[in-house]
């Protein structure tokens, strides 16, 4: 399913946040939102997942207008994970991940075997399985994230949203997280700071700088040392990764560039 943000702009009392964003996501890629602290990546993610509507412009989903589409529609269609994601109640881990399937059910209608055996396959891709009868509440910061992820791909959405997802995770779990997306199915879009971990599982980047994009392309594309000085004020060498050839950044730590 393709996403696309048609000249997107989402302005708050009197602040443009977002300005004339246009992004193009075919069936099945992940494009990597990165930019500097607020230049505009999480707003733009919910105008895509529909917590903000646009001031202009249009989020089209294989064409169709989102805003078109009823809210359980839409929730069918696009699966989100956000940097605000909370459970309240102290929910099972079982019973969070279960949730993604609400959209699908009507009323206190039970899940089937075959949604149960996708809440049992999603959590063991996630590497939760342990903590299926854990109290949420209970959870280290990583263990949650991870228990989130799981309950939005639950939901077998077309697009999947995710808005820094390897926050709180170990090393381990951002690789095994990440490497995860490639092959999922989704188109994803998801809003990522490190920028090595971007270039390795995104297979395009959009670059926002004050609410604008300044760059898009393949990661070796977006990621010059040119881009990097001026939109991030960093001094980094970009050279491949041995194994991958994925572009990866070396950082100087030079106080003034």
């Known amino acids: 399913m393709e996403l696309t943000l048609d000249r997107v702009t989402f302005s708050l009392d009197g602040k443009t946040l977002v300005r004339d964003l246009s ?20 707003t733009a993610l ?27 529609e839409s929730a069918r269609a696009v699966a989100a994970m956000t940097q605000d994601s909370t459970v309240e109640l102290d929910f099972t881990v079982e019973e969070v991940v279960a949730l993604g399937r609400a959209p699908h059910l009507r009323g206190n209608q039970n899940l089937s075997a075959r949604e149960r055996d996708l809440v049992t396959g999603t959590m063991a891709r996630l590497d939760i399985c342990h903590l299926a009868r854990r109290g949420i509440l209970t959870l280290s910061g990583g263990e949650r994230q991870r228990v989130l992820v799981a309950r939005a791909l639950v939901q077998e959405p077309k697009i999947l949203v995710l808005d820094e997802p390897t926050n709180h995770l170990d090393v381990r ?85």
């Open 46 to 72: 919910r105008c895509v997942y529909r917590a903000l509507k646009p001031t202009c412009g249009t989020v089209l989903v294989d064409r169709l207008d989102l805003a078109s589409l009823t809210l359980r």
């Open 173 to 257: 779990h951002q690789i095994e997280l990440l490497s995860l997306l490639r092959g999922l199915g989704p188109t994803v879009l998801v809003v990522l700071h490190d920028l090595n971990l971007a270039a390795a599982a995104c297979d395009r980047l959009a670059v926002l700088s004050h609410g604008r994009l300044v760059a898009s392309g393949t990661p070796e594309e977006a990621l010059t040392a040119e881009l990097l000085r001026e939109v991030f004020g960093v001094r980094a060498d970009v050279v491949r990764h041995p194994r991958t050839g994925d572009p990866q950044l070396l950082y100087a730590l030079i106080p003034h560039l």
């Open 23 to 42: 992004l193009q996501a075919r069936s099945g890629q992940v494009i990597g939102l990165v930019g500097p602290n607020g230049s505009g990546k999480s």
